[in-house]
Nanobody, 120 residues
Framework: QVQLVESGGGLVQTGGSLRLSCAASGSSFRFYPVAWFRQGPGKQRELVAG???????NYADSVTGRFTISRDNAVNTVFLQMNALKSEDTGTYYCNAGGNPRVGRPGEYWGQGTQVTVSA
């Protein structure tokens, strides 16, 4: 069983940065693929970034070059560094574990979500 807790969301101006964290319980977390999904107002949920192991990452086209996903297994945490934020990045960001980020398939473990709002 894995429990995920996101943090780091907030209100930021266009062009600003935020760093989201996904802290997990359970020693097996380090073996799980992890992804960040988001759901904007009136939009479907979409995969933002995923990481398998510690070095294999993938990103949505809309965030490539601006967002970076990483993980620190010593503290059971996955991070999403978000730079050059745009208004279209606004939404609730969810951490997910156990799926296949390469094909956008979520796993069974979800966090509660953290809100990111980018203002003009």
């Amino acid at each position: 069983q894995v429990q995920l807790v996101e943090s780091g969301g907030g209100l930021v101006q266009t062009g600003g940065s935020l760093r989201l964290s996904c802290a997990a319980s359970g020693s097996s977390f380090r073996f799980y693929p992890v992804a960040w999904f988001r759901q904007g107002p009136g939009k479907q949920r979409e995969l933002v970034a995923g990481i398998i192991g510690t070095g294999s990452t993938n990103y949505a086209d809309s965030v490539t070059g601006r967002f970076t996903i990483s993980r620190d297994n010593a503290v059971n945490t996955v991070f999403l560094q978000m730079n050059a934020l745009k208004s279209e990045d606004t939404g609730t960001y969810y951490c997910n574990a156990g799926g296949n980020p390469r094909v956008g398939r979520p796993g069974e473990y979800w966090g509660q979500g953290t809100q990111v709002t980018v203002s003009a």
